[in-house]
């Protein structure tokens, strides 16, 4: 007997629920029918998977060796038939795009617009990471259909690049120079720093770039998003770096580009060929996407590539 996808679809439920007849509620089957597809499963992999308790389940070592695993298939299934129902034109479906939160704010909110207005039909889910890693780690457990982030290093299938995203230094402080509005990070060695709250890939390039200008940020406070780090900047908490195209147009705080610069390299890749509806989406990306925008470049003296 091969392990079939209802199989692993029912293990992964019962776990989820926390018991048999949650799952059993939740799947719409009776739960001895669901008990007799786990013991089918049990038996095909050698060994038990769940320790059935009075009030709940747990997993066995074989069953949290098993159930990483088993999302990755039922994952990747999920992926097929929805490529599949999109190339064929069956039905609308939905488009799963992975990428980091502070794109999701940046990047995409114009791309999604135009998406929307010629395919009204397709869902899109964001599936959101906050390091570049963890992106690129889902992409290959194919949590997503295409991914917006930093160019991966290595990538084992196509890769669309959409441009340079440059870093900007925010602050409330009077005293910085903003004509021209350039800085020098080895000079803000003694200011204190709105930080991201680790791990944060955002933390990550802000503690890189102060660790190669000679010194280690000292944080007066640390916050999950790029927005809320523009908004203490702007009250005088301290200096943050966010990505320019966070950064709103009509934004008041002090806005200046670092010396050296700090940005990052953006591509949309993709596991395989993107079919169809993947390409159209990568299209409207493409079209619309000013990886550091107008706003951002001639309030900065950017000049545009």
Known sequence: MAISLRQL???VEVVDQGSFTAAAAALHVSQP??????QALERELGGPLLERLPR???LTPAGRVSLPHARIVLSHAERAASAARRASGVDAGELHVGTLFSISVGVLPKALRAWR????DIQVRLVEFRRSADLIAAMEAGAADLAVGPTPPEWDGPVQPIGTEEFVIAAA??????????????HLADYEWVHFTQPSGLGDILNEACTAAGFEPKTAIRTEQASSALALAREGL???????????????GVLLR???????????YTRVRPDPITQAFITAITDTTLATPLHIRE????QTS
């Open 117 to 120: 207005r010629s395919y009204p």
């Open 238 to 252: 301290g200096l943050t770096l966010v990505p320019g195209n966070n950064v709103p147009a009509g934004y008041d």
């Open 33 to 38: 029918g669901l008990s007799h597809q786990i």
């Open 173 to 186: 402080e009077p005293g910085l120079p903003t004509e021209p509005p350039v800085v020098r990070l080895a």
């Open 258 to 268: 670092p010396d050296p610069s700090v940005s990052r390299h953006l591509s949309i």
């Open 56 to 58: 709940n389940v747990r």
């Open 9 to 11: 679809e029912y293990f």
């Open 299 to 302: 309030r900065l003296g950017i």
